[in-house]
């Protein structure tokens, strides 16, 4: 497809399970980015990825989480032993290259019950 | 970590009438980025703006990237129904740092 493709468009997992996103970029991106949006908030920075290369974790918030991506390509952000906590929307984004317009995916919806 | 204050953080309009919002950062930024968001949907870019002083259109819409590199503005003209939407501005820090900062958005509502 032309645009960033994300699956599952929803998740619902039991607290302690781990999960599985993932990332289809636009063809030619060389730059990935994954973000979190809580329930009425902004967008959280996760990680980015420059190739299959991972330059910038500064975002992942625990241990929990962890990203990768293989082939220039499809990125998959797994998180283990869910929380509560994490219930948000997972959405991954690519650039040409680092500075330029980011495309947006619509997202993962992740519910941890 | 990065500061991006946007405002106003919501607003209800008449339809037809020219709405502005606006994001302001502690430092200069080298990028910026504005997009609307629907429900349930991803954040779309509407303009993207790479110059200090640079003023964009897409349709109704206007944006530029402050003289100061530490702002930008958006300018919707004529509003419409279907300019409902949140709208977050993202701007890229100078300096070789990757991730993209996002403002915590404006909440527009158009009344018909």
């Known amino acids: 497809g032309a645009g960033v493709s994300q699956s599952p468009s929803n998740k619902v997992t039991e607290k302690g399970k781990d999960v599985e996103l993932r990332c289809d970029p636009i063809s030619g991106h060389t730059a990935l980015y994954w973000y979190r949006q809580r329930l009425g908030q902004g967008l959280e920075f996760l990680i980015y990825?420059?190739?299959?290369?991972?330059?910038?974790k500064s975002g992942l918030p625990s241990d929990r989480f962890s990203a990768e991506r293989t082939g220039e390509s499809v990125s998959t952000l797994t998180i283990q032993r869910t929380q509560q906590e994490d219930s948000a929307v997972y959405l991954c984004?690519?650039?040409?290259?680092?500075?330029?317009?980011?495309?947006f995916g619509s997202g993962t919806q992740l519910s941890v019950l | 970590g990065q500061q991006l204050n946007q405002s106003p953080q919501s607003m209800f309009i008449q339809e037809g009438e020219d709405v502005s919002m606006n994001c302001t950062s502690s430092?200069?930024?080298?990028?910026w980025l504005w997009y609307k968001q629907d429900p349930g949907e991803g954040p779309v870019l509407l303009i993207a703006l790479y110059k200090a002083g640079e003023l964009t259109s897409n349709g109704r819409l206007t944006a530029q990237f402050g003289i100061t590199r530490k702002d930008s503005f958006l300018n919707i003209s004529a509003s419409i129904p279907s300019d409902v939407g949140i709208y977050f501005c993202?701007?890229?820090?100078?300096?070789?740092?990757?991730?993209?900062?996002f403002g915590t958005g404006t909440s527009l509502t158009v009344i018909p």
């Open positions: 984004a690519s650039s040409l290259n680092r500075g330029r317009k980011l495309f």
């Open positions: 430092s200069i930024f080298n990028t």
């Open positions: 993202a701007g890229l820090p100078r300096g070789t740092g990757n991730q993209f900062y």
């Open positions: 990825f420059q190739g299959n290369s991972a330059p910038d």
